[in-house]
């Protein structure tokens, strides 16, 4: 695929995507590794959250939308890894 979207039960403040659904998890991971460009979609109250099967690690995204400012952790990650923040 030229871009995937791909959503998220909580992510983690080491930058882990978490999710609750082993099915979910194994499309999600599919969609990473066949599409050029990675958006994630998590409004503000997936930061902090935890789940327990890790889907993937927020520096395999290119872009991330939320609706609000990330922590100060994740946002580290995002610029460190060049990874675009829509907050919207």
Do not use: W
């Not at 403040?13 to 979609?41: C, H, M, P, T, W």
Request: charged residues 20%; proline residues 2%.
């Amino acid at each position: 695929m030229d871009i995937g979207i791909i959503g998220i039960s909580g992510i983690g403040a080491d930058g882990a995507l978490l999710d609750y659904d082993f099915r979910e998890v194994k499309v999600a991971q599919a969609i990473i590794a066949n599409s050029d460009k990675i958006i994630l979609a998590a409004d503000h109250s997936k930061f902090g959250r935890s789940a327990m099967v890790k889907q993937a690690n927020i520096n395999q995204i290119d872009v991330l939308v939320t609706n609000k400012p990330v922590p100060t952790s994740v946002e580290k990650i995002l610029l460190e890894n060049q990874i675009e923040i829509i907050i919207c």
